[in-house]
């Protein structure tokens, strides 16, 4: 058998795709053919390194060198100077690659690496081959579970991780899992929230397009833990390559005797099928959500009864985001205090984010709960863009809040940021060098919250038309300080009075852009 004396990773993903990633690709296999490299050079496809807005990226192994912006017509370049006579591209080479990746403790100097258990396999298997998965532990722990543990020990482990929901608001995942196997049912469902909606944010997509088995795994395991029958992953419409990936990794599972019945002789029958979504954003609140799975219009429930009690056809249901659900594998295979081991007392373990705008390195990271966003920013986003200075990060989304230059030290974490009236959300970072007009920021943020609203109810469907008359006005000049005063008022009604988070989360991204921004916003209003 041939030993390759290098491997080429090539991203593929929705971004580079549309770079023309397929092009390049086919254009190394065919170039390394007639130099007659095939039985040294391998070339192989994975999902995402992390690197967005860069285009097609290359890494070339052992050296570890990252390519980026690569066309077809580099190819020719890459292959006789670096792999023919062992000169890299200098033009072509990423100088902010990503940090080394470990999933260890040991650190070299300041947060240089990026300890990651969600991201653990993205960037480096092939994310539509099963048994690369399970060459990286994959489905190990579906078997532990399975073999040595009774549904309430997988419980009691997850409940002992005191991992925190990811999709936003930031609950105990384990203590939902305790009200989910408490309560009795002749069909209890789990659904995976895939509708990625909050703008900004791109991880749970760059999640499925690398690592779409180990959601089918978190999935299998909170399946078996609530003694579930049926899963559901809900999915943005939109997002073609992550549907055709996870569809490819649950047909697979099934040849594998992974999904069905009598998974692995144990008597657990679990099965997982896709449902798309049209791409509102209302519908990544959890009862809307099911709502529209059941063919309705996606409009939020009343609650009490939660879903845990009354969901999916009224039956129990489980629903837990693709991030959290991709964290429950190494949770169950290497166990809670392994898990604790990262992040800060009160939130266990790593965060995916990811961070947009003004940074040298756009892209997705994964580091510990309890990371500054100096470090955040400045560490894995590469600093600011031409040496600018920071202004300001909205965090979490448009659902958010806008965070000044005095805020850069505070640890990104769900329990900290709640002290300083903020929230971690999603994990998106969108960052604003000294340049930025916050105004313009603000009321894009607030026409986004009109176009979404539902109207189903009359707080939200008046209140974000009320509040874009306002914006406008004041981005126009045409505003007052009563104006101002109004934002927040309406908001604070919104949050008091709206029938679900869309109407009552937008007082935080108004009131957080007043209370670090005013002083632009004073200066664009009429006297």
Sequence with gaps: MNVMRNHILISIDAGTLMSGARAVEGALVAEIVRQGLDSEVSVLETGSIGITGKGVVLVVYPEGIYYAGVTPGDVPEIVKEHLLKGRPVKRLILTEAPKRVIISKEKTGLLKEQPRIVLRNCGFINPENIEEYIAANGYEAIAKALQTMKPEDVVNEVKASNLLGRGGAGFPTGLKWEFAIKTPGDEKFVICNADEGEPGT???????????????????LAGYAIRGTRGFVYIRGEYALSIERIEKAIADARKYGLLGNNILESNFNFDIVVMKGAGAYVCGEETALIESLEGKRGHPRIKPPFPINAGLWRKPTLVNNVETLSNIPDIIRNGATWYRGYGTDRCTGTKVYTILGHVVT????????GTTLKDIIFEYGGGIKGGKKFKGALVGGAAGAFLGPDMLDVQMDFVNLREYAAALGSGAILVMDEDTDMVDMLKSVL?????????????CRLGTARLVEIIDLIAASQGTMEDINQLLEITKAMKDSSFCPLGQSVNLPVSSSIKYFKDEMTARVKA
Aim: charged fraction near 30%.
């Design 202 to 220: 791109f991880k749970d997509r760059l999640i499925l397009e690398g690592d779409p088995h180990k959601l089918i795994e978190g999935m299998l």
């Design 362 to 369: 756009p892209g997705l990271v994964e580091t510990e709960m």
């Design 447 to 459: 026409h986004f919250f009109k176009h979404e609203s539902c109207g189903h109810c009359a707080p």
